[in-house]
């Protein structure tokens, strides 16, 4: 289940999440928290969904369908953030995936300041698994994360406030996009090849997304990881031009269409 705004622009957000969850073969559901105005270039307009509606789809899907993992992504307010909190709290969700959404990649602010104080407070000690790159994890816990040993640092600091798997991503650092993870004893560093493209709205979310799909399917938590790592790798390998801005990454590299399909 993805818990997260809707981008309009399909590159991101709940339809990111949507698209990752069927490409790697688990049912995805959704409680959308905001509606987003966006495309490649930019985002435009954001209309939060009132916090009892949020609820209700979160405890409706949960009631009858259930869910092997959840992942969080954008939620904007404070509000909405203690809501979503609430309601995982009371179902008793273990397999959570926390994205700290906080600025498109146009550069556009989807989390409000107060929102962080209540991400730290109420969502991250329920995660399992969190997810921030090197200015959300700066922002989170309130130290420089340039060098290995700041992000080391900065890692530790995030995970004292509760997830149990801190994944640093490198995605921001020069080089190789070594991915950091933090498993509140050791550090594993995940490497990747750094793919040259523009096209790569939505990869945090779309590497959330991921994680949780395989923790759906039964991996422990850091065979996840490294699964979702090199899903989203390849995304961005096989990725194609959407659009005149930042173009998404195509999350059906590996899925074989049948072209044996008859339109009635």
């Known amino acids: 289940m993805t818990i997260a705004g809707s981008d309009s622009g399909a590159g991101a957000g709940i339809q990111a999440d949507l698209k990752t969850f069927a490409a790697l073969g688990v049912y995805g559901t959704s409680a959308i928290v905001a509606i987003t105005a966006q495309n490649t270039r930019g985002v435009f307009a954001i209309?939060?969904?009132?916090?009892?509606?949020?609820?209700?789809?979160?405890?409706?899907?949960?009631?009858?369908?259930?869910?092997?993992?959840?992942?969080?992504?954008?939620?904007?307010?404070?509000?909405?953030?203690?809501?979503?909190?609430?309601?995982?709290?009371?179902?008793?969700?273990?397999?959570?995936?926390?994205?700290?959404?906080?600025?498109?990649?146009?550069?556009?602010?989807?989390?409000?300041?107060?929102?962080?104080?209540?991400?730290?407070?109420?969502?991250?000690?329920?995660?399992?698994?969190?997810?921030?790159?090197?200015?959300?994890?700066v922002v989170l816990s309130g130290r420089p994360a340039g060098t290995v040993a700041e992000i080391h640092d900065a890692a530790r600091a995030i995970a004292d406030l509760g997830p149990a798997y801190v994944v640093m991503k490198g995605g921001h650092r020069e080089g190789a996009p070594v991915d950091i993870v933090f498993d509140g004893k050791c550090f594993t560093e995940l490497s990747a090849d750094r793919i040259a493209t523009t096209n790569d709205h939505g990869t945090g979310d779309t590497l959330s997304a991921a994680i949780a799909a395989y923790l759906a399917?039964?991996?422990?938590?850091?065979?996840?990881?490294?699964?979702?790592?090199?899903?989203?790798?390849?995304?961005?390998?096989?990725?194609?031009?959407?659009?005149?801005?930042?173009?998404?990454?195509?999350?059906?590299?590996?899925?074989?269409?049948?072209?044996?399909?008859?339109?009635?």
């Open 217 to 264: 399917h039964g991996r422990d938590p850091l065979a996840a990881i490294a699964g979702a790592k090199a899903y989203l790798t390849e995304a961005l390998r096989h990725s194609y031009a959407v659009g005149e801005g930042h173009s998404p990454v195509n999350h059906f590299h590996g899925v074989t269409l049948s072209r044996d399909i008859t339109l009635g």
């Open 47 to 137: 209309a939060e969904v009132p916090e009892e509606v949020i609820a209700i789809q979160i405890d409706s899907v949960l009631e009858d369908i259930g869910a092997d993992a959840i992942k969080t992504g954008m939620l904007s307010s404070p509000s909405i953030v203690e809501t979503v909190a609430d309601r995982l709290e009371a179902w008793g969700i273990r397999s959570l995936v926390v994205d700290p959404v906080m600025v498109a990649k146009s550069g556009d602010n989807l989390l409000q300041p107060a929102a962080v104080a209540a991400v730290k407070r109420s969502l991250l000690p329920l995660a399992l698994v969190v997810t921030p790159n090197i200015p959300e994890a």
